[in-house]
C-alpha cells in the first residue's frame, strides 16, 4: 500500500521552530521527488512551499520562507523533513508531503499536478 504520512505539527508560538516529518511506504523511495504544501485556513486551494530532488541535492523554496525553511531527505528511513525555524503566524496552515516519480536525479517538482501521492495532512497553528 502506498503510503505518506506526515508527523509532527503542533501549536507553537511566533518564533519558535518545528521539524515535520513525512515517511513513506510502499514505493521505492528514491525514486521520488518529494516536495511540501501547505493550506491555510480558510483556502481552498494549497500553497507550493518547498521541493527536494530525488538525490537531495537540489532545492526549491516559495519565496516567503527562503531562509526559514530547509527541506532535507533520509533515504535510508525514507523520510523527508521540513525544518521550519522562526515560526510566523501566516505560517498557520495544514502541511501535505507529496511525491513525483518523475524526472532525472536532480530535477525538482513544484508544479502540484505533478505530484502522484500525497499524505492527510499534519496541522501547524503559529499563534502571536
Known amino acids: 500500500q502506498v503510503q505518506l504520512v506526515e508527523s509532527g505539527g503542533g501549536v507553537v508560538q511566533a518564533g519558535d521552530s518545528l521539524r515535520l516529518s513525512c515517511t513513506a511506504s510502499g514505493i521505492v523511495f528514491p525514486d521520488y521527488a518529494m516536495g511540501w504544501y501547505r493550506q491555510p485556513p480558510g483556502h481552498v486551494e494549497r500553497d507550493f512551499v518547498a521541493a527536494i530532488s530525488r538525490s537531495g541535492g537540489t532545492t526549491w523554496y516559495e519565496e516567503s520562507v527562503k531562509g526559514r525553511i530547509t527541506i532535507y531527505r533520509d533515504d535510508a528511513k525514507n523520510t523527508v523533513y521540513l525544518q521550519m525555524n522562526n515560526l510566523k503566524p501566516e505560517d498557520t496552515a495544514r502541511y501535505y508531503c507529496?511525491?513525483?516519480?518523475?524526472?532525472?536525479?536532480?530535477?525538482?517538482?513544484?508544479?502540484?499536478?505533478?505530484?502522484?501521492?500525497w499524505g492527510q495532512g499534519t496541522q501547524v497553528t503559529v499563534s502571536s
Open positions: 507529496a511525491g513525483a516519480q518523475r524526472g532525472g536525479a536532480e530535477v525538482v517538482v513544484i508544479t502540484e499536478i505533478r505530484y502522484s501521492i
